[in-house]
């Protein structure tokens, strides 16, 4: 059973606009909340966290925004740059071993220069 | 310069051959996994470890196995019982001494059938 979904596989963005994508989870034992970006053939790499004492956490430009009563967390890439197209998994962490990480499906970007 | 190394890239396995799949970490992290990428899927969790001489099954640990006799090194052997080992695997350490840290990755080993 997928506890990280992420629930769309692709998304396209033009070049300077607003990239968001989103991921939903269904364990509310999870308390701590990652995206990670990854290139082909490549290992995911580390790009933003959150933990579930906050609700908006940013980093240039990329901001993520967690809204735990939805089991809801959203990345936006603003503005997007050709250099973000890949593949971005969200991953989330239980408070309860802090050692398990589950990770969604990914959502594919591509940014239209 | 501290990081994750994965050998090799490119691994092709016979019917029937046990292949090992090597992970080694300068990061001076404890813990270390190993996940297996699918084709439109995540990545699932095969074993971790938290410390040296021990490791715990993940979600898919059968046809696995690991060892962990030192920190840095956490190599995942795929043997014979594994039926379906095609996929792009994936080692990741974290320090575990501060909370809230995110996983480190390799760059991965692709492992295809002959």
């Known amino acids: 059973d997928q506890q990280v979904k992420q629930n769309s596989p692709s998304l396209s963005v033009q070049e300077g606009r607003i990239s968001i994508l989103n991921c939903d989870y269904t364990n509310s034992m999870f308390d701590y909340f990652l995206w990670y970006k990854k290139y082909p053939a490549e290992g995911p790499t580390f790009l933003i966290s959150?933990?579930?004492?906050?609700d908006k956490n940013e980093d240039g430009r990329f901001t993520v925004f967690l809204n735990k009563s939805a089991k809801h967390l959203s990345l936006h890439i603003v503005p997007s740059q050709p250099g973000d197209s890949a593949v971005y998994f969200c991953a989330a962490s239980p408070s309860n071993t802090g050692n398990q990480f589950y990770f969604g499906t990914g959502t594919s970007l591509t940014v239209i220069p | 310069d501290g990081g994750i190394t994965q050998s090799p890239k490119y691994l092709f396995r016979k019917e029937g051959q046990n292949v090992t799949l090597s992970c080694e970490q300068n990061?001076?992290?404890?813990?270390m996994y190993w996940y297996r990428q699918d084709p439109g899927q995540g990545l699932r969790l095969i074993y971790y470890?938290?410390?040296?001489?021990?490791?715990q099954k993940g979600d898919i640990a059968e046809g696995y196995s690991v060892s962990r006799e030192k920190k840095e090194s956490f190599p995942l052997t795929v043997t014979s019982a594994q039926k379906n080992p095609t996929a792009f695997y994936l080692c990741?350490?974290?320090?575990?001494?501060?909370?809230?840290?995110?996983?480190?990755f390799g760059d991965g080993t692709r492992l295809s059938i002959l």
């Open positions: 959150i933990s579930s004492i906050k």
């Open positions: 990061l001076n992290h404890d813990a």
């Open positions: 990741a350490s974290r320090d575990r001494g501060r909370s809230n840290q995110p996983q480190h």
């Open positions: 470890s938290q410390i040296v001489n021990d490791f």
